[in-house]
DNA sequence: CGACCATTTGATCCCCATCAACTAAAGTGG
DNA sequence: CCACTTTAGTTGATGGGGATCAAATGGTCG
């Protein structure tokens, strides 16, 4: 990708869309665009977070390990999303490894140079802000869903997450276009891989999805809204 | 309170630490001050969130209602504590109702307001944008909790916070300075008022824990840091 | 004192984690 | 191209944690 590109590009992301012509420029200048290949992580749990990133295309997992050896998936992070954001201005450590499930690209940011960025550019911190304040009623939605729902209605959550965030039309229903194990849904849904495995066997019984390896397709997004309780 | 009290109080709070003196005259000079009543609500879940709000004294719950009915605590917020930053700058409804536990007094900025505070004054951006990633972590941090975790751990994780966050020591312990029931404790950890009552009773039996209607005291705090496998 | 709320405690049941074994698909290396 | 290994997924059996149902007790307040 070259500058003009990445202008275009990054002018499509919440964060970014409403910055002056000059903004742009100052926050795509200060930027260093960067690869990672799928398998890769783009930073690591524990690290000390000095930079920000800006996923161009690709797509990452967050993975929080806890001092149990317990894991979970806080999210999904796709074109337009930040990572990093959250400890990087608090001289924390990163909360959670990112790792690409796909080949992506990023742009990244020195921690000090996005602190400045935010002071020079208000418009940016605002959109920062209001992108952070999603994030946190989206994390307590997750919080409510696992401390209240049964699991087959979590697993529903989160496969509708899945596909809202990143679905993709196909002939007879929507896939979730990127490799995505029974594991990693049960990481996201708070469960195991062997409840996961019922669970959609049973929908695939009942004609709702298409499972695969590393794969799944949605016949019947409806019946999973419904499963899900949002009716 | 008057002016010059309301500055040198919220000067200790993170938010508003580092503001230049100007700034902070700025903030305050365009706050509205209000009291609220145990047992009223700041605001309601739903409503159009128009006002944000800075705890001066006292203690709020959040309290988040799901279409099932279902209900949890996403957090208790005291002195120093904005509420209503979530929803406020995405033009949202407020996704919690606050209500106080305590007669409390706080600080209100209409949303127009507070978007120019934060255009003009870069510095408090920057320390809500801090603010609000500790804020995401923690949600991450519980969800996280409510995935892996069985019930008494995740009371002794809800018992930890509220004594980390309030705690005020008496002979022979440490209490929980606002009334707080069975109930409410469950709503903080995933659980039953049933299954809380049990466990503290265990606890008591064990004297790591005094309890008492509404009312908690830790007599042995270590034990419960155990329980919550931080070593 | 009576009404109401918080708490306790017992009994029951079922959801789902865990244990275990097997199948299938995808690399891998000669 | 085929044996071998590795990784993903399926499915059965089992047991326990904790929700749910039920009822009684104790505190508080008007």
């Not at 960067?34 to 797509?59: E, S, T």
Request: charged fraction near 20%; charge should be neutral.
């Amino acid at each position: 990708m070259d500058i003009v590109e990445i202008k275009s590009v990054i002018r499509r992301f919440a964060v970014f869309a409403q910055l002056s012509h000059d903004s742009m420029a100052d926050v795509v200048r200060l930027s260093r665009p960067r690869c990672v290949r799928r398998g890769r992580a783009a930073f690591d749990q524990g690290q000390q977070a000095d930079v920000i990133f800006l996923v161009l295309n690709g797509r990452f997992k967050a993975i929080q390990v806890a001092s149990d050896g317990s894991q979970i998936v806080t999210r999904l992070a796709g074109a337009g999303d930040l990572m990093g954001h959250l400890s990087a201005f608090n001289e924390a450590p990163y909360p959670v490894t990112a790792v690409a499930i796909l080949d992506s690209e990023v742009l990244a940011w020195s921690q000090r140079t996005f602190v400045d960025l935010l002071l020079r550019h208000p418009q940016l911190s605002l959109a920062l802000i209001r992108y952070m304040g999603l994030s946190i009623e989206e994390a307590h939605k997750r919080l409510h869903e696992a401390s209240t729902e049964h699991v087959e209605r979590r697993v529903a959550h989160a496969v509708l997450r899945l596909v809202r965030q990143s679905g993709r039309p196909v002939d007879g229903g929507i896939e979730i276009p990127f490799p995505i194990t029974r594991q990693e849904i049960g990481l996201m849904s708070g469960t195991t891989l062997h409840t996961v495995s019922r669970i959609l066997s049973a929908w695939e019984q009942n004609g709702i999805v298409d499972g695969g390896r590393q794969h799944l397709v949605l016949r019947d997004p409806h019946a999973i809204v419904v499963i899900a309780g949002e009716q």
